[in-house]
């Protein structure tokens, strides 16, 4: 009984640690776009996350959830050694929350996800065998690196272009943002209704069938243009001719878009990659409070409380290098790129939950950053950082691998 403490004792530390990490990178990261173009500041971004990360996390982030993440192992293969799960679990947590704290302090935005994947498969092709690892399912991640931010990239360059054309580059931009920007109000509440309905409310039993999920996105989509339209009709012309207050007015209002935007991906976000944290160490709960091994596991309230406040405290403390790479260093950001550049993660989310497709938050955020900042131009585009940016993705599952195996021979020397 002891033992069992002690091992839930180290995975609520782990755990802890590793939710720290996602705050200060993931969700860092997510947040990055509002706050490098000055649509909020980073106390507010702090103040968003702690509402609607931690109210995502443990509102919509427990019930039930795969104790190794995306199947990448067969829990079953551990039946007769569940001592070997909670060591391994043990491992990934603490590899995945050290390499969080080393790619944050060197500002690296790096997929979460992927770092837990990397540690499981380290501790599985050492721990059970090289050969239990579903090597299919980690070669899909791997097309993701490729896939999520050419897409997300090539949206966002389709949405701020549009921008340019439709509103920025017009003689009197604020008439035409009275034209033009409910339609992009639209867009916002519709997929931001989606990504609500897709990676959060489904974790609370509200699993809506597609023609549901849409109508609703349709129908909010609908009341928040309509809102956002009697918005921007108050707006006082001041001087017809003063096009630098237009412009000034133009992005304020897609400023407030931002924080609506940042809102919405912050509950889903909080919903969804909580789990990153938190299913490892309901995995070891579980098995330290039964003494067997179970594909999926119950996720007591305290852990969720757990995951959403390390997210909380992570972005708070450490979160402004990842935000300084991703909202300032890869290129300017002003509120109507941001935008763009939000809208374009969002959808690109949509339509890989969709198809089923894995994709990354990290890499969908940057891919779109990066989309906004080619339709201004490669010279817009900071190749420095972005390269530095490429190489930490194609490090992190390797180095999340050889970091678990390290942990996972030093605490089965220990322990075992």
Request: charged share 10%; aromatic share 8%; glycine share 12%.
């Amino acid at each position: 009984m002891e033992q069992a403490i002690f091992y839930i004792i180290l995975a609520a530390l782990f755990g802890l640690f590793m939710a720290w990490g996602i705050g200060a990178n993931d969700v860092a990261n997510a947040m990055a776009p509002s706050v490098g173009s000055r649509a909020i500041t980073i106390k507010q971004a702090i103040l968003i996350a702690a509402i609607f990360e931690f109210g995502g996390a443990v509102l919509a982030g427990g019930g039930v959830t795969s104790t190794i993440r995306k199947g990448i192992v067969d829990a079953s293969l551990l039946q007769g050694q569940p001592e070997l799960l909670v060591f391994g679990m043990l491992a990934a947590l603490l590899a995945a929350g050290t390499w969080l704290l080393i790619a944050s302090a060197r500002g690296w935005p790096v997929s979460t996800t992927h770092t837990i994947i990397g540690a499981v498969v380290g501790f599985a092709a050492i721990g059970i065998g090289f050969s239990t690892v579903h090597w299919d399912q980690v070669g899909q991640i791997v097309m993701s690196w490729v896939i999520s931010p050419l897409m997300a990239g090539f949206i966002a360059w389709l949405l701020f272009t549009s921008v340019q054309r439709l509103v920025l580059d017009r003689k009197d931009p604020l008439r035409a943002a009275r034209r033009w920007v409910p339609g992009y109000i639209f867009l916002a509440g519709f997929f931001m209704t989606l990504v609500t309905v897709f990676k959060g409310l489904k974790h609370i039993g509200i699993d809506l069938d597609p023609i549901h999920a849409y109508s609703l996105a349709v129908a909010l989509g609908v009341i928040i243009a309509g809102v956002g339209t009697v918005f921007i009709m108050r707006i006082p012309d001041t001087d017809l001719q003063d096009t630098d207050f237009h412009y000034y007015t133009v992005e304020r209002i897609f400023g407030v878009l931002m924080v609506v935007t940042a809102c919405s991906m912050a509950f889903a976000h909080g919903s969804n990659d909580v789990a990153n944290a938190i299913g490892p160490v309901a995995a070891v709960v579980s098995v330290a409070s039964s003494g067997s091994v179970n594909q999926e596991a119950i996720v007591p309230v305290w852990i969720l409380i757990l995951g959403g406040g390390g997210i909380v405290v992570g972005l708070a403390t450490y979160g402004h290098r990842v935000i300084a790479t991703v909202g300032s260093n890869i290129t300017t950001l002003t509120p109507s790129r941001g935008f763009a550049a939000g809208l374009a993660a969002a959808a690109t989310i949509v339509m890989a939950s969709g198809t089923g497709l894995p994709i990354s938050t990290t890499h969908t955020v940057v891919g779109a950053i990066l989309g906004v900042g080619l339709a201004r131009g490669i010279a817009a585009i900071n190749l420095r950082t972005v390269g530095s940016i490429f190489m930490s993705w194609i490090i992190t599952i390797p180095a999340g691998a050889l970091l678990s195996v390290m942990f996972f021979l030093i605490i089965r020397a220990i322990a075992g």
